[in-house]
């Protein structure tokens, strides 16, 4: 029988979310995605008007269909927490029900349940200043959108997961190494990602039985790597230097994510699985 995911971080066909989700479809999965509310139009309608569909097409020629895309802002819990200048905002007016809480709310009330829940969002305001240089400001709006976003998501999904089911994040491996560059306290947003998965991982396994891992990726052009605005040295010092001198491609992520959302993995919960063509496992360039 086929699987349901829901993939929240998906808002064009360039980031690791849209590879996720191919290869969930691929290996036969019903495809949900959560795009970021102020990205929402332009992604609607630029997949209405046809313009993914070149990379919407899957290994036996069909194209990706996507079931239904919920408006999502992975920084707000419940309605409560929307202050007024962002209820009032003009990207945000023409959508509702986007808060975390109200996301699980309508995909359980529209389908019930799902068995894989994705998270593939990151943002850091200040993610091009040096970590001496980032405001308490930064620092914090960096952890809520890119780590407490993936606490808050599976605490509020996990009701509605089945059981076997399996929830998978995206990590940088600046968390554990030093990467100038990634700055704004998106290192630290990526320790705690990290960490959590592995507390996640006992809670949820032994609520529900649910496994909890996260990808430590190697270098995508993405839009959110576009704007940290290292990511083509990044790309070069990996094609020179890991022990797989070829250029990731987002693909071999979403396999990578199949595979853990799969029975394959059955017994792998709590891990950092890299996906980096070895890069991981240099001590030094060469
Ligand atoms: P991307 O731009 O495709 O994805 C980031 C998504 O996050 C966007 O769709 C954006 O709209 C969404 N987003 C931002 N703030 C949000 C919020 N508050 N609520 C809901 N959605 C929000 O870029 P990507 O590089 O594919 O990023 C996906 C994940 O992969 C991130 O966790 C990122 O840190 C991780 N990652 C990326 C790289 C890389 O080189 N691109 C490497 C390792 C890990």
Redesign the pocket.
Known sequence: KGKRAFI?????D????WAIAKSLAAAGAEILVGT?VP?LNIFESSLRRGKFDESRVLPDGSLMEITKIYP????FDNPEDVPEDIKTNKRYAGSSKWTVQEAAESVKSDFGSIDILVH????GPEVVKPLLETSRKGYLAALS??SY?YVSLLKHFLPIINPGGSSIS???IASERIIPGYGGGMSSAKAALESDTRVLAFEAGRRKGIRVNTIS????R????KAIGF?DMMIDYSSANAPLQKELSAEEVGNTAAFLASPLASAITGGVIYVDNGLNAMGVGV
């Open positions: 929240a971080g998906v808002a064009d360039n980031g690791y979310g970021w990205a999502l802002d992975a920084v593939s969002l990151a943002n959108a890119s976003s995206l990590t940088y990726a190697g270098p995508l993405s839009r959110a790597a990511i």
